[in-house]
């Protein structure tokens, strides 16, 4: 984990293998991630975001884990007006993920439509080299709870 200098964006980034326990590592960095930036900076984090932005690194890693071969870089950081989360997942595939129709019946693959589920903003973008997808999360409650 590389935390950046205060006068730095709030952010975090580590370098996956891509083997073994790589998903549960990045699941524990993005929670101690929210919890010093809570704890360090005094940003208002809800438990809902730690657990929603651990489901979310989950599911990107496992993509990435699953789809291409080699490391996978966690790139965490605050943004917005301190009210998200970004969530940047690097891989060496460069084909774009693309969510599929939704169907109760299908066991598995349902780990983008849960993504693009939960977040504020999701996108999906080619780079010289692989692909990086990046995702944006509340850092409040539930920001839809109100209007349901």
Not at 30 to 45: C, K, P, Y
Not at 82 to 100: F, Y
Not at 103 to 127: P, S, T, Y
Request: glycine share 8%; net charge negative; proline share 5%.
């Amino acid at each position: 984990m590389t935390p950046h200098s205060h006068d730095a964006p709030l952010g975090a980034a580590v370098a996956l293998d891509g083997q073994g326990a790589c998903i549960a590592e990045a699941r524990h960095m993005a929670a101690g991630f929210l919890t010093r930036m809570r704890a360090e900076h005094g940003i208002s984090v809800s438990r809902r975001a730690v657990e929603v932005t651990q489901l979310v690194v989950s599911e990107l890693v496992t993509n990435a884990q699953k789809y291409a071969a080699g490391p996978i870089l966690l790139d965490l950081r605050i943004a917005g007006d301190l009210d998200l989360v970004e969530v940047q997942v690097w891989d060496s595939d460069p084909v774009l993920p693309v969510a599929r129709a939704a169907d109760a019946g299908r066991v598995g693959q349902h780990g983008l439509e849960i993504v693009m589920a939960v977040c504020q903003g999701f996108e999906a973008l080619r780079e010289p080299v692989g692909k990086r997808l990046t995702a944006r999360l509340a850092l409040a409650e539930d920001p839809l709870a109100g209007s349901r």
